[in-house]
Every structure is written in structure tokens, then in C-alpha cells.
């Protein structure tokens, strides 16, 4: 399973748990995020990709497809917490959506509250 997906931009993205485990989370009582397990291997890869990244940054070298915007923001640390923020985001990857999900175009007052998952390895 390829560990990248391209965006309707044609920018990558990380493939979903579902995609790289070829299943679905199991739903649990205590609830707990519904992620399936990523396996070391997998992660492995993950991790070689980053160092790769990294170390095309240091000597400033370009590697094809740009990230998407939110991935990038998501390991910089900067992950949008307020629905605007989400909303903007969303238009800058995919803006087609906007205009399929009403509610999407609707600014609300509640703010997000933003979480970490854990991937165990198996």
C-alpha cells in the first residue's frame, strides 16, 4: 500500500490507518479513538520518508509533489482548532467540497477541541 495520497490540488497527504491495514477499526466501550493498528514496519517507513524530507530541507532541495497545506500544518504543530480555520483549509485543498456540504460554508461559535491518536505497533 502506497504510504502517500494525492489531494484534488495534486499535493500528498499520509494514507489512512484503514488504507495501509487494509481493515477497519474495531469500535471499543471505553471510547477510544476507532484507529486500526499500524504495524513497525509501516512506521519504519513513515520514519524514512521523514528523514529523507529532512534532509532535503537542510540542503534545500526540492522532492516533487509539495505536502498538503494541513499535513504540513499538522507536523509544525499549527493544526487549525476553530472551524473557520478547518473551513479555509478544506477550501485550499479541495474547494469543490464547499460546495456540496452546507455546513461547511456556516460559521459556528463552538470551538473545536483538538486530540492527539497514538499508533501502537504490532
Known sequence: MPLFKLTERGSLTP????T????????????ALIVP???A????RYQAVGRVCGLALVN??????????????LVM??????????????????P???????FLSQVHTSHLTP??????TT
Open 37 to 39: 493498528q499500524v504495524n
Open 60 to 73: 534545500r532541495v526540492t522532492l516533487g509533489l509539495p505536502f498538503a497545506r494541513y499535513f504540513l500544518c
Open 77 to 94: 504543530g499549527e493544526a487549525p482548532t476553530e472551524l473557520p480555520d478547518l473551513q479555509r483549509e478544506l477550501a485550499e485543498e479541495d
Open 96 to 102: 469543490s467540497l464547499l460546495s456540496e456540504a452546507v
Open 20 to 31: 495501509l491495514t487494509k481493515r477497519v477499526g474495531v469500535a471499543r466501550d471505553d471510547g
Open 115 to 120: 486530540h492527539t491518536s497514538t499508533y501502537h
Open 41 to 44: 514496519r509501516t512506521l519504519g
Open 15 to 18: 494514507s489512512g490507518a484503514e
